[in-house]
């Protein structure tokens, strides 16, 4: 069973920073890509931050300066992380890892969330 743990929400003041992390096990095919969603209340799930098999990195505008995305492998678990600087009221929101695999076709799965508060 295909397994995703995150870690690493919680409060923090305007300016602080954040590191996330999402271990992936039991994955079946090959990883193509991992990365970070935010949902705030009544908005849209939206890309944070995302990185491919081979180190490329995609950023949302409202992040690029202030976030980095990193992976490492360890025998059967892939992690992702994200680092979060200068952080913002704004970027209060559930932060979910996602990871693309590929055996014939592409499969999403995703984390269960963890909350991120920034207070002003």
């Known amino acids: 069973q295909v397994q995703l743990v995150e870690s690493g929400g919680g409060l923090v003041q305007a300016g602080g920073s954040l590191r996330l992390s999402c271990a992936a096990s039991r994955i079946i095919g090959s990883i193509s890509a991992m990365g970070w969603y935010r949902q705030a209340p009544g908005n849209e799930r939206e890309l944070v931050a995302a990185i491919t098999s081979g180190g490329s990195t995609n950023y949302a505008d409202s992040v690029k300066g202030r976030f980095t995305i990193s992976s490492s492998r360890d025998n059967a678990k892939n992690t992702v992380y994200l680092q979060m600087n200068g952080l913002k009221p704004a970027d209060t929101a559930v932060y979910y890892c996602?990871?693309?695999?590929?055996?014939?076709?592409?499969?999403?799965?995703w984390g269960q969330g963890t909350q991120v508060t920034v207070s002003s």
């Open positions: 996602k990871v693309v695999a590929a055996v014939l076709r592409f499969y999403d799965y």
